[in-house]
């Protein structure tokens, strides 16, 4: 059992931003003075240490994982055990006993928040976890396109079909500003984020823009301090913190 609030962040299909946006909650609530863990379920399709820079193993203690602390989060990956960039070539029960060890194995402690990086789509993983940690909340993350919000409708009402709190959904990439400009370019389309909330019965938390990766940081997926996209995150994380 976790000791903390549980929070997954689910989407419908790959490639929405789904595990930027989960380290980079993390890293904002962590800002804001919480104590975080983020667990990558992403098991098939990990990519937190990369998103996160980390190229080192965790430790063990009595026969106990100690998971790797960044940036002064907690973390756990798939990444951590496998071989370089192997395969997971894994069968569903697997899976299970996969989330079993990261959540009973690691020495996580006490702690605000726990997020999860769930693999995109409602497949085994997604089913075992709302099975084994029925106490977690879930966001449900889109692009402002209609199809890829309709996609991202089934994670929903799989989460609320499970009695799992959905407390919202966070429009990702919804438009492009240009540096030093309020103009708003939608260039992905416009409403998905909102129509799904509404499908839901949720609230739209938050819409994050495009913002081109800093190249020349070992972490271009994390923005730098004080640009939109951060502010952004920021903002989400004290909406979110409030629902709990
Ligand atoms: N707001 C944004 N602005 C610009 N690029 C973004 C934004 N959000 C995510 N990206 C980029 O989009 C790509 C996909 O993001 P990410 O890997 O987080 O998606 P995902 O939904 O977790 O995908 P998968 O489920 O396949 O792992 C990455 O290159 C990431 O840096």
Redesign the pocket.
Known sequence: MLKGNVLAVT?GK????????AVNLALALKKLGKSVAIIDL?IY?F?VPK?LNIDYKPKTFNGKIIPVETQGIKVMSMGFLVNGNDPIVWRGPMLGKMIEHFTKDVLWGELDYFIL?M??GTGDVALDMHLMIPESKEIV?TTPHKAAAFVAERAGTMAIKSNHEVIGVVE??SYFSPPDSDEKYFIFGKGGGQELASQLGVELLGQ??????DESSEA??IPTEHSP?EEEYLKLARTIDGKF
Do not use: C, F
Not at 208 to 213: A, S
């Open positions: 989407s790959g490639g929405v931003g789904k595990s930027s946006l992403d399709g990519s998103i990086d693999p995109p993350v990702n990439m994050l823009p495009i913002q081109e990766p271009p997926a996209l």
